[in-house]
């Protein structure tokens, strides 16, 4: 899988915020939003290419698209993958950060 095709985009929620403002140097988390195939092999190479880091840990999880209604015609939107990157010790993406 390409790089540029594993990462979709950050994810801005509070639960992202609050772990940008606990930042610690050595246990810094960056949430994103990641492609549905991706695998957390492909997730960690993927930051350190693009970033210039070193990624201490990947965890992932899948979220199922919530079902919605128009009218009498209903549908669901699609599902997706998100995922908390713990950065080693000494690493940071401040340049990421700040444009949260």
């Known amino acids: 899988m ?9 994810l801005v929620s509070e ?10 140097s050595s246990n810094q988390v960056i949430a994103l939003r990641v492609a549905k195939k991706s695998d957390k092999a492909d997730i960690k190479n993927a930051v350190e290419l693009l970033f210039n880091v070193k990624v201490k840990s990947v965890n992932t999880m899948n ?18 993958k998100k995922a908390y990157v713990t950065l ?13």
């Open 2 to 10: 390409n790089v540029f095709e594993v990462i979709e985009k950050p």
């Open 88 to 100: 080693a010790s000494g690493y940071s993406i401040n340049d990421y950060l700040e444009s949260l």
């Open 63 to 80: 979220y199922e698209g919530k079902k919605v209604r128009r009218g009498r015609y209903t549908g669901k939107k699609n599902d997706w």
């Open 15 to 24: 639960k992202a915020l609050k772990l940008k403002e606990q930042a610690v």
